[in-house]
């Protein structure tokens, strides 16, 4: 029992031996060093020199005065230009009154234009029925029906007032079968006057024929009746 415990403590006593050993060495050369090595000064740096900052106070300067000096000796204030008397208008006039209007003479009545005369040929029936019969006589080759008759009315001019004796024109064309007029119309019955049968040849020849177209020739008794426009109706 002896020998086992004294075995123990020196396997447990020897390590700790040599781990003290080394620790004081350790801080033995630590302490060494420690007073044997110089500390190095630290480089020195140089400063720059320092900069003398001086004051310098303005001079006074003189004060302006807010009027500038007099010139020489001024002239004495001047009088006041005299004042020129405004000329006043006269009072207007009084407006003398308008003179009395003159009554304007009447105008005179132009005279109303002359009428037309009358001429009685081919104004009678039985002259407009012999027309008739030359008339168809001459187009007897070219037509294969008897003629027809048609009615136009129209209002007399007013402008040749009174027309006395007036009686119905009738004039004679002829239409083709494509309704149209074939040659001049004929004159079968005059109304008395020049100018109703020149205004009822302007209305047959401007008159649309097309109802009247056939597969032959068609002769027409184109009649125009007046209509009296110089007498107010009752």
């Not at 004495?76 to 004042?83: E, F, H, Q, V």
């Amino acid at each position: 029992m002896g020998k086992w415990s004294l075995s123990l403590r020196r396997g447990l006593t020897a390590p700790l031996l040599w781990c003290l050993l080394t620790s004081c060495l350790a801080h033995a050369s630590l302490l060494y060093l420690l007073r044997h090595l110089e500390v190095l000064p630290e480089p020195v740096v140089p400063l720059p020199p320092p900069i003398e900052v001086t004051f310098v106070e303005p001079s006074p300067q003189p004060r302006r005065s807010a009027l500038p000096p007099p010139v020489g000796n001024l002239p004495p204030s001047l009088p006041p230009p005299p004042t020129t008397p405004v000329a006043q208008a006269p009072p207007p006039r009084p407006t003398p009154p308008p003179p009395p209007a003159t009554p304007l003479p009447s105008p005179a009545d132009s005279p109303a234009p002359p009428s037309e005369t009358f001429d009685p040929s081919n104004t009678s029936t039985d002259e407009g029925l012999s027309n008739l019969s030359r008339w168809i006589a001459r187009l007897q080759p070219e037509l294969s029906r008897p003629p027809q008759s048609l009615r136009l009315t129209a209002k007399l001019p007013t402008s040749g007032c009174p027309w006395d004796k007036v009686g119905p024109t009738v004039w004679g064309v002829l239409v083709n079968p494509q309704g149209e007029l074939v040659g001049k119309p004929e004159l079968l019955r005059s109304s008395g006057y020049a100018t109703l049968n020149q205004k009822a040849h302007q209305l047959v020849t401007s008159y649309d024929f097309q109802s009247y177209a056939a597969d032959s020739p068609q002769a027409l008794m184109v009649e125009v009746a007046w209509e009296d426009t110089c007498r107010p109706e009752n």
